[in-house]
């Protein structure tokens, strides 16, 4: 049997650290790949720290981790972000979807599992609501909207992906972001205490 390559903790990076070779910081760096929050791929990175400071979660993020946050309690969220406004010119504002709802996940130390799978106990899908350029701040935690939905009721469309109108249809209420921790506690309860029980 092959050994696992394990990578080695890290320590936690302030910004103010400096590469060897060229006259930058890692601040550097984060200005040039991360600085416009409105990136589809910054704007999930970014709803996913939200969610994460709501429940409490310290630990960095794991890339290749089959959820995104895990609170306290040990509920796995897995969080969905979308947008009206994108960072490239639109003819009109885009419709909300969430999309990435399953997949195959990565056993400890074991490999790529063969099925897709619903890999969380309870989602959360996040909407950031500016309809123009000139209102759009992603630090304005009010211009997000927050939706949670127990995992059984996800893995119960069979889909992997979802409209606002579907999560809607499925039960979802807005949920404002000082309430997002118990929200994010009773949707996930009873897969927790399912996973708790095997």
């Known amino acids: 049997m092959t050994e696992w390559i394990e990578p080695a903790a890290l320590p936690v990076l302030q910004g103010d650290e400096?590469?060897?070779?060229?006259?930058?910081?890692?601040a550097d760096?984060?200005?040039?790949?991360?600085?416009?929050?409105?990136?589809?791929?910054?704007?999930?990175?970014?709803?996913e720290f939200l969610v994460a400071r709501a429940v409490g979660h310290t630990a960095g993020r794991v890339e290749w981790d089959s959820h995104?946050?895990?609170?306290?309690?040990?509920?796995?969220?897995?969080?969905?972000?979308?947008?009206?406004?994108?960072?490239?010119r639109q003819r009109r504002l885009s419709r909300i979807v969430f999309s990435g709802l399953n997949g195959q996940a990565w056993p400890v130390g074991g490999v790529l599992a063969d099925e897709v799978t619903y890999n969380a106990d309870a989602y959360v899908f996040a909407v950031q609501t500016a309809t123009t350029h000139a209102t759009y701040d992603p630090l304005d935690?009010?211009?997000?909207?927050?939706?949670v939905l127990p995992a059984a009721?996800?893995?119960?469309?069979g889909k992997g992906s979802l409209s606002l109108?579907?999560?809607?249809?499925?039960?979802a209420e807005e949920t404002p972001y000082s309430r997002l921790?118990?929200?994010?506690e009773v949707a996930g309860a009873?897969?927790?205490?399912?996973?708790?029980?095997r």
Not at 18 to 26: E, L, S
Not at 71 to 87: H, N, W
């Open 18 to 26: 400096a590469f060897n070779g060229i006259d930058a910081t890692v």
């Open 29 to 47: 760096f984060w200005r040039f790949a991360m600085s416009d929050l409105r990136a589809n791929a910054v704007r999930g990175l970014l709803a």
């Open 68 to 88: 995104d946050v895990t609170t306290p309690s040990g509920i796995r969220v897995e969080v969905k972000a979308s947008g009206y406004l994108q960072s490239w």
């Open 141 to 147: 935690v009010a211009q997000w909207q927050f939706y």
């Open 153 to 157: 009721t996800v893995a119960g469309t």
């Open 165 to 171: 109108t579907a999560v809607r249809a499925l039960g």
């Open 181 to 184: 921790a118990t929200s994010i």
């Open 190 to 197: 009873d897969a927790l205490s399912q996973r708790v029980k």
